[in-house]
């Protein structure tokens, strides 16, 4: 049995930051690629940052520089530090592991979201 658990979000001021944490605990076996999406009110859900289980990354253009993702393997712990944060980073988050349990195949999971607002 697998699980994610958020933290971190809340209600912070434009130019503020945040720090998001995503715990997978459980029956795990291995933990690959590790990232976070968002998604806005009437918007689709997007790709924000991701990081590979030897700690390449990538981001969207529009967190580039302000944002960074993060990773402790032996905690099994995804972080996105967010920095300068602007009013349309207003989002619920979700991080998003790709892991194998102890049957060796690899799924997708999902955190359970948390609220970022930003507020101008």
């Known amino acids: 049995q697998v699980q994610l658990v958020e933290s971190g979000g809340g209600l912070v001021q434009a130019g503020g930051s945040l720090r998001l944490s995503c715990v997978a605990s459980?029956?795990?076996?291995?933990?690959?690629?590790m990232g976070w999406y968002r998604q806005a009110p009437g918007k689709q859900r997007e790709l924000v940052a991701s990081?590979?289980?030897?700690?390449?990354?990538n981001y969207v253009d529009s967190v580039k520089e302000r944002f960074t993702i993060s990773r402790d393997n032996a905690k099994k712990t995804v972080y996105l530090q967010m920095n300068s944060l602007r009013p349309e980073d207003t989002a619920v988050y979700y991080c998003?592991?790709?892991?194998?349990?102890?049957?060796?195949?690899?799924?997708?999971?999902w955190g359970q979201g948390t609220q970022v607002i930003v507020s101008s």
């Open positions: 990081i590979t289980r030897d700690k390449s990354t």
């Open positions: 459980g029956s795990i076996f291995s933990i690959n690629t």
């Open positions: 998003n592991v790709n892991l194998s349990d102890y049957t060796l195949r690899y799924r997708p999971y």
